[in-house]
């Protein structure tokens, strides 16, 4: 029975042991960005698993609710469409969506990415405040050097 006990320690610390690094992505040279127009603001953030499984955070601080049409998010790498999935409050979304203040999207995507490289998230037409989309242009997220524990952690 111990030797089970031992067996099954070693292998959850070798598994430990292999977890991908995670990578800060840099939105436009920021770790975090803030996004405002007419109807309130967006903070969004992104992080890395390796360079391979990416979230974005949005958090919305809004005075009206906003529609969400996540169709039309637009994230490319090297000019190619990259699959992504969007959550609102955990709920994945498929069609159009109601945002309202402090509600939580999470935009997932897969995709190998080498470090310094660039992803352009364009958020036209994915948000619609009072009828009007919200055009944001491009945003650039670099995936960074720097490893996510050494922001909390200075050596």
Not at 26 to 51: A, H, P, W
Request: charged content about 25%; some cysteine; aromatic content about 10%.
């Amino acid at each position: 029975m111990k030797l089970i006990h031992i067996s099954i320690t070693v292998a959850i610390l070798s598994f430990m042991s292999c977890d991908p690094p995670i990578f800060l992505v840099s939105i436009d040279n920021r770790y975090k960005k803030e996004i405002e127009f007419d109807c309130g603001k967006i903070d969004v953030e992104c992080n890395t698993l390796g360079g391979v499984s990416f979230t974005i955070k949005q958090v919305y601080r809004i005075t009206n609710s906003l529609d969400v049409s996540p169709k039309k998010l637009s994230i490319k790498y090297k000019n190619n469409d990259i699959k992504y999935t969007v959550y609102l409050n955990g709920t994945l979304i498929n069609e159009r969506g109601k945002i309202r203040n402090d509600d939580v999207v999470v935009v997932c995507f897969t995709k190998k990415v080498k470090k310094n490289d660039t992803i352009i998230v364009n958020l036209n037409d994915f948000l619609h405040c009072n009828g009007n989309p919200i055009n944001t242009g491009n945003i650039f997220f670099v995936v960074d050097n720097k490893h996510f524990w050494n922001k909390f952690h200075k050596k």
